[in-house]
Each structure stands twice: as C-alpha cells, then as structure tokens.
C-alpha cells in the first residue's frame, strides 16, 4: 500500500462499504476523529468492514459527535479469510489483550479462550476481546477481523473438534525439538494451534490430549516461554513454514 495510504487513519465499520454510499459515523468513532486527531472537512480515512476490502473515504462533516464521509474509492480488495483456528487459555487483563492482539497480527482466523484446569481466569469480557480484536486490525492494515468465540472447556472442545482438523499442541513438555519437519508434513492441511495457561497443562489433560489422533504436539524447544510468548512462538513457527507467509 503505498506510504500516503499507510499514513491514514484506519477505522472498522459496520455497514456495506461501495461507492456513493453514503456513511455517518457513531459518536465515539467521531470523536476520536474530529477531537483527538482533529481531523476536518475534506480529510480522508481508511474504512473497512471485514467484507469488502477497504475503502478511501472523504470527510464531509467533521462533528464531533457524528462524523460524515462519503466513500471515493476501494484501494485493497477483502483477502480471503484465514482458516487458522487458534485456542488459548486465557490469561488475566493486559496480557489477555496482548495476546487477542498478537493473534490477530499474526493472521488466525478464529480465537478460541479454553478454560484449562490451571487457567487463572473463568469469566471473560467478550466485547473487550472483541474490541481489542477491531483495534489490532485496525492498526496493523488487518482486513478480516478474527471471530472471537465465546470461552469453551477444553472437555467440551474436545466433545466437539472437528476430526478433519488437525490441532497442534504447543505441549511443554516434549522433549526440545525443532517443530518445522513435523509442522511441514501438516502443510495443506486444517489446523488449529493450542497454548496452555501459566501453569500448563495439567498431566490429564496433557495425557489426554496426547491420546488423541487428531493432536499434533510441538516443541517450542528447549526453555519453557511463558504463555505470551508461546503464542507468537508457535503461530510464528506455523506460518513461517506451512502459513501465510509463504
Ligand atoms: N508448567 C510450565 C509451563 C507453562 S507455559 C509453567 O508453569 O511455567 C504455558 C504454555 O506455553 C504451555 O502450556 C505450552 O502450551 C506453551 N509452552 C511454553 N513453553 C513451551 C515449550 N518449550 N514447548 C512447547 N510449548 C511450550
């Protein structure tokens, strides 16, 4: 996207995005720009709603309270969405939010919270997953925002996984390896990626996921990462070798 593109702000929209529809924004979205980026009549943004790609949009009323636009033209078609499924134990508030962020940055198509037998948290603010989701795609030129899924047991994930999916398990306790052969061999296939929480996995679940013909287990080699950091490990070491970075 060339550099005065990149330069604009970035917003995600609800409504149909193509030319001449007319869009009024909400007061919040107004607000932030209008007052905080004191943007005015005539200015343009970036809009995109997940579907239809993003547009260049042209303000024509800068009320903090509801901003106008009226769409000029699409300048990225909307990619096809991932179909990485990415599972995580939830950990507790801002690490929770870096790794919501992390996973979009990275391209998952689904986040999945798993309530493990160790994990720290049990209640979770949906809409602020969401959000936090919007607000990394919005920042990182993202056009398919993730699904965030309600948070599942890991029993009745398990109950109910896809068999013609493969689920990697970031297991910490494999025996330190590379994952690229064994991940390579998965290329084309469906995946979904498992973290554990803070205290791991506990050893039936562990076990039990072990058993199952569909888990894949990988080594993030040979230092044990904290939660957040196994979540860009692993989804790194995914696409690098049978993702989108191809
Ligand atoms: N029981 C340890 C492990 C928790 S690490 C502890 O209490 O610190 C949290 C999660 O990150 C693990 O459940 C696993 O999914 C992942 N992880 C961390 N280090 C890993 C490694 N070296 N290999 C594979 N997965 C790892």
Redesign the pocket.
């Given at each position: 996207m060339p550099r005065s593109l990149a330069a604009l702000p970035r917003l995600y929209v609800e409504p149909d995005l193509a030319t001449g529809i007319p869009l009024t924004l909400g007061k919040e979205q107004s607000l932030y720009l209008a007052a905080v980026l004191r943007k005015s009549v005539g200015e343009e943004v970036v809009l995109f709603n997940g579907r239809d790609g993003a547009w260049r949009a042209r303000m024509t009323s800068d009320s903090k309270r509801s901003v106008s636009l009226e769409l000029v033209d699409q300048i990225a078609v909307q990619p096809a969405p991932s179909d990485l499924w990415y599972g995580f134990a939830p950990l507790k508030s801002e690490r929770l939010d870096y790794v919501i962020q992390k996973a979009v940055e990275m391209g998952v198509g689904t986040i999945q919270p798993v309530l493990t037998q160790f994990t720290q948290v049990s209640r979770l603010k949906h809409e602020r997953l969401v959000a936090n989701a919007i607000e990394a795609a919005e920042q990182c030129e993202v056009l398919n925002v993730p699904v965030v899924a309600p948070e599942i047991t890991l029993s009745a994930l398990l109950e109910s996984w896809p068999t013609d999916r493969r689920l990697i398990l970031?297991?910490?306790g494999?025996a330190s390896a590379s994952p690229v052969e064994r991940l390579t061999q998965l290329a084309g296939e469906k995946l979904g990626i498992l973290?554990?929480?803070?205290?791991?996995?506990s050893d039936v679940e562990r076990t039990r996921l072990l058993g199952l013909p569909y888990v894949v287990p990988?080594?993030?080699?040979p230092?044990?990462?904290?939660?957040d950091t196994?979540a860009v490990a692993a989804l790194t070491v995914i696409q690098a070798t049978i993702g989108d970075w191809r």
């Open positions: 970031a297991d910490e494999a973290i554990g929480p803070e205290g791991g996995f990988i080594s993030l080699g230092r044990i990462l904290r939660a196994a």
